[in-house]
């Protein structure tokens, strides 16, 4: 079991995972469905945030999602997630999609998203989650930057 009060960095959540596109995940001009991508955007986030927290997680946000290029079958997709914010039972996670060419090796940065889950106890009710460390400039800078997102989907609510 997790001690909310034990802080845990940001380079502790990150994930990595890669999958190669095939056929029943195009459409028939051969570009991946975005629905697939979300998908495994989901998944990544999910995992991360399980990491950060020790617990199961739900997600609760999306942020809108921008598809910058196509994925195309036969790519190599590549998502990087790691955890940007905490709450108290709450986290934002940063998502980066890239398509990589298997043969080529060239990478086209096709997505970034932001979700938000919240961890679970083993009743499925909001526990509290441990603190995040951030230890370089950039990821205070994102940190910032997750905090002006927070603020901005509180206030939304209302």
């Known amino acids: 079991m997790t001690n909310s009060s034990s ?15 095939q056929p029943g995940q195009a459409n028939n001009l051969g570009n991946v469905h975005g629905g697939w991508i979300m998908k495994l955007v989901d998944e990544a986030g999910a995992l991360a945030c399980m990491r950060h927290a020790q617990r199961r997680v739900v997600t ?10 196509p994925i195309r079958l036969g790519d190599l997709v590549l998502l990087n997630a790691e955890v940007t914010h905490t709450g108290r039972t709450s986290m934002e996670v940063e998502v980066q999609v890239q398509a990589e060419n298997p043969i080529t090796g060239e990478r086209t940065q096709t997505n970034t998203a932001y979700l938000v889950y919240v961890a679970l106890d083993d009743d499925g009710k909001p526990v509290a989650v441990p603190p995040l460390i951030v230890e370089t400039d950039d990821e205070r800078r994102r940190q910032q930057e997750a905090e002006k997102r927070q603020f901005r989907r509180l206030a939304e609510r209302v």
């Open 7 to 21: 802080r845990k960095t940001v380079s502790a959540s990150r994930i990595r995972l890669a999958q190669l596109m």
């Open 60 to 69: 609760v946000a999306i942020d809108s999602m921008v598809f910058r290029s």
